[in-house]
């Protein structure tokens, strides 16, 4: 019997989010998250999908991210689907910074996790979280390969003219200042489950990927291949997303720091952490955001219109990109769940093709669909994204293809 186990964890700061797959028939066996590491009030939710044993919750404090996987190791034996099972066949790690060193997934020994740290000025929230993570799980299993899956890889794609900044040549290279976009295992995952919905293959369609979640982007898909992307450098540019403001003058720096006095770690969280919905209404969570724009709160209601306005203008830029687009397609937490977001989105863009059916819209379900009228010239798509099944169909490939 071969090994057909994946542990896909996905490492942030204070949290590991993991799902252990087994890729004999893409099931998922657990699932899970500790959260808070570090402080009093640790919280690791499990649940073991495999025995329908219902979900289990630890409380109390986990103090690092090596205490965190014992205790998912711990959780996971309990359950008969231990990591020290000769049925794992790899881990796979949600990378977020690949740099332009890495443009495909890559099993990861000293060198590459030395490089993968050498990114850590390019991505100082991400990276170190991500190279903690694989440190752990590699002492936990040396045995087994650990593979690293980059956020930028699918976005490697893009033409140089795309990725440049029209700044000093020379200070971009030295400083690798260029656009590499995010979000890439989601948009590689969806724009190919739209092609299928469409029954078509990716080779064959032009997509433009909405990924809406708490963070947001957008791509342009030519054929399979990201050739247009929102975030940049950093997953700051582009779309409103929950907390962060997307695109802005880059004059807004100089003037907050010349004239409001701002220094550059405090411009650094506002525009990160206290901006994009939550700065323009107090709300990060969409669901709050439409309900207060529902009962004519004003600041919701513009701060709805400023996050659809700069939908629109992607989509209008990503149709010029691509030329012709065969589909638009919704996911993550907005995309999938707010219908009255892909409405006001796509309204008053039939001069580009794009049309809603309001009913199918309004519809609720967790399938790819399409919500656009029969015979509409531009699909308009619901697809479900699911990273970490993508990461450990990628880590799979790559330790046994
Ligand atoms: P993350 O970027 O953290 O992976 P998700 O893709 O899960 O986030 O998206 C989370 C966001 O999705 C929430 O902040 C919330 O705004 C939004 N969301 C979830 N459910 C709904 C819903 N039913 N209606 C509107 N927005 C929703």
Redesign the pocket.
């Known amino acids: 019997m071969t090994a057909s186990r994946v542990l896909v964890l996905n490492s942030g700061s204070s949290s590991v989010k993991y799902q252990l797959l087994d890729m004999a028939d893409r099931s998922r066996l657990a699932v899970g998250l500790v959260e808070r590491i570090g402080e009093e009030t640790s919280r690791l939710a499990h649940e073991p999908l495999a025995t329908g044993g219902g979900k289990r919750e630890q409380l109390g404090p986990i103090a690092d991210h090596e205490a965190a996987l014992k205790a998912v190791a711990a959780e996971l034996a309990a359950d008969g689907l231990g990591l020290d099972s000769p049925e794992l066949a790899a881990v796979g790690h949600r990378v977020v910074h690949g740099g332009t060193r890495f443009t495909a997934p890559t099993v990861i020994d000293d060198e590459v996790l030395a490089e993968i740290r050498s990114l850590v000025p390019l991505a100082p929230l991400h990276n170190p979280a991500n190279v903690t993570g694989i440190e752990v799980a590699r002492a936990l299993r040396p045995d087994v390969p650990q593979v690293a899956v980059f956020d930028t890889a699918f976005h490697a794609t893009m033409p140089d003219h795309v990725a440049q900044y029209a700044i000093d040549a020379e200070v971009a290279e030295r400083w690798s200042v260029r656009r590499y976009g995010f979000h890439g295992t989601s948009h590689a995952y969806v724009s190919r489950a739209t092609a299928r919905l469409l029954g078509k293959e990716p080779q064959e369609v032009n997509v433009i990927v909405l990924h809406l ?3 947001a982007s957008a791509s342009a898909v030519r054929g399979g291949v990201c050739v247009e992307t929102s975030m940049g450098l950093t997953p700051l540019e582009g779309l409103v997303m ?1 907390t962060r403001s997307g695109d802005l003058d880059p004059a807004v720096i100089f003037h907050l720091a010349r004239v409001g006095g701002m220094s550059v770690d405090e411009i650094d969280s506002l525009l990160n952490k206290k901006s994009g919905l939550l700065g323009m209404c107090g709300d ?4 709050e955001v ?1 309900r207060r724009a529902g009962e004519g709160d004003e600041a919701a209601r513009r701060a709805f219109a400023t996050y659809v306005h700069r939908l629109k203008k992607y989509i209008g830029a990503y149709t010029a990109v691509l030329g012709r687009v065969d589909a638009v397609v919704f996911t ?3 995309g999938e ?2 219908a009255p977001v892909r409405e006001a989105a796509v309204a008053g863009l039939e001069g580009l093709g794009l049309a809603l059916d309001p009913r199918a819209n309004a519809e609720r379900s967790g399938e790819p669909r399409l919500i656009s009228p029969a015979g509409a010239r531009v699909a308009v798509a619901v697809v479900p994204t699911d990273e970490e099944l993508e990461i450990a169909a990628q880590t799979y490939e790559l330790v046994t293809g």
């Not at 990060?284 to 669901?287: A, E, L, P, S, V």
């Open positions: 979640g708490n963070g929950g990060n969570d969409m669901r439409l993550a937490g907005v769940n707010a």
